[in-house]
C-alpha cells in the first residue's frame, strides 16, 4: 500500500538505451508520423482538436461584449423570422380547431372555463396580462446575467440550451402555424387584453399588427421558463430560491391558459423544444450543462447531475 507499482524488467534501462543510440537523455521521442508528415503540418490540427476537448471539457469565461452582441443579433432574427412566416389565418384556424377538437374529445379541454373563471378576478387576469407581457424577457434576460456573473463556466452551454430551443421554434411556427384560443373562430374564449385595455401586449391591441399572431406552437413562454426554472432549481444555492425557480414555469403555464393566449398543448411543445435544446448541448459539451465547472479552469465535477449542495452530502465524502 502506498508503493509504486511501476515494475521494470532486468535490463529494460540498457534495452532503451540501446534503442535510443545510446542516448540517455530521458526524452521521449516522437514515433514516426505516417506518409512522411511532418510534425509541424500536424500540430495546428492536433492544437484544434486540443482547444476544441478544453473547451468541451471547461469553457471559456464569456466575454460580455460578444455575448450582448450575440444575444441582440439572435433576438434581432428571431423576431425577424417570427415575424415573416406567413400568418396564413384559414390554415392557423384549422389547427386551432384540431387541437381543440382532439382535447375536447378526451375531456381534457380545460383552456376555456380557466380563462372565463380567472376572469372575473379583475385584479388577478389584469396582473396575468402583465405578467405575460414582461416577465417573459426580465427573469429570462436576469437568469442570463445571473449565469455570466455567477457561473461563467456554465454559461456557453446553457445560453446553447436557449438558443436551439428557440431555433426549434421557429420550424414550429413556420410549419404549424396556430391561432391562440383568443383568436379562435367559434371558440368562445375571452381576449383579456382587449378586455381589460391592458399595455405592453404583442398579442392584441397596437402590438398585434407588428407581431405574428399565429405563431402560438410551440409556446417559448413555457420554453424559456422552464429553462429559467430548471437553471435556477439545480444552481441556486438557497432553498427557497431553488422553490421559486420551479414555481415559475408552474405559474407561467398558469397564465398562458388564463389569458387564452395559448392551448395546453402549446405548453408540451414548448417543453419538447427545450428537451432537444437540452439535448443538443449535450452532445457538444459530453455532459449536461449543469454539469461543468462553475468557474473556467476547475475540475469538473463528477457523479451525477448536478444537484443542490444539501442534497448530495451522502455521496460528497466517497
Keep these: 500500500m502506498g508503493e509504486s507499482t511501476d515494475i521494470h524488467a ?4 540498457r534495452a532503451e538505451t540501446a534503442s535510443d543510440g545510446g ?23 492536433a492544437a484544434l482538436r486540443s482547444r476544441v476537448r478544453e473547451q468541451r471539457q471547461s469553457p471559456a469565461r464569456p466575454r460580455l461584449v ?15 423570422i417570427r415575424n415573416a412566416v406567413p400568418e ?6 384549422k389547427h386551432a380547431s384540431w387541437i381543440w377538437s382532439f382535447e ?8 376555456r372555463a380557466v380563462n372565463h373563471t380567472v376572469d372575473k378576478i379583475t385584479w388577478l387576469i389584469v396582473g396575468m396580462n402583465y405578467y405575460y407581457a414582461t416577465l417573459h424577457f426580465i427573469v429570462t434576460i436576469g437568469v442570463l446575467v445571473w449565469l455570466y456573473r455567477r457561473h461563467p463556466g456554465r454559461y456557453a452551454a446553457s445560453r446553447t440550451v436557449l438558443f436551439v430551443t428557440t431555433g426549434i421554434a421557429l420550424v414550429g411556427f413556420y410549419f404549424f402555424p396556430l391561432a391562440p384560443p383568443r383568436l379562435m373562430t367559434g371558440g368562445g374564449f375571452i381576449d383579456t387584453v382587449k378586455v ?8 392584441s391591441g397596437a402590438g398585434a399588427h407588428v407581431s405574428n399572431q399565429y405563431a402560438a406552437m410551440p409556446s417559448m413562454h413555457i420554453g424559456w421558463s422552464l429553462w429559467c426554472g430548471l437553471t435556477i432549481f ?12 420551479l414555481a415559475y414555469p408552474a405559474a407561467t403555464l398558469v397564465v398562458i391558459i388564463s389569458t387564452a393566449n395559448h392551448f395546453w398543448m402549446d405548453a408540451v411543445g ?17 455532459v449536461w450543462a449543469f454539469q461543468l465547472p462553475r468557474v473556467p479552469g476547475e475540475e469538473r465535477p463528477t457523479g451525477q447531475l448536478t444537484v443542490p449542495a444539501s442534497w448530495n452530502t451522502v455521496g460528497a465524502h466517497r
Design 104 to 111: 375536447q374529445t378526451f375531456g381534457v379541454g380545460i383552456e
Design 10 to 13: 532486468p535490463g529494460a534501462d
Design 234 to 245: 439545480f444552481l441556486a444555492e438557497r432553498t427557497w430560491v431553488r422553490a421559486l425557480g
Design 270 to 286: 414548448g417543453i419538447l423544444c427545450l428537451a432537444v435544446g437540452f439535448g443538443a448541448a449535450r452532445l457538444i459539451y459530453h
Design 23 to 45: 542516448s540517455v537523455s530521458g526524452k521521449a521521442h516522437p514515433s514516426p508520423l505516417p506518409d512522411g508528415a511532418t510534425r509541424a503540418a500536424q500540430s495546428p490540427a
Design 196 to 203: 381589460h385595455d391592458t399595455w405592453g401586449s404583442m398579442a
Design 66 to 80: 460578444f455575448e450582448l452582441a450575440l444575444i441582440g443579433l439572435s433576438y434581432w432574427v428571431y423576431s425577424l
Design 88 to 93: 396564413q389565418a384559414a390554415v392557423a384556424q
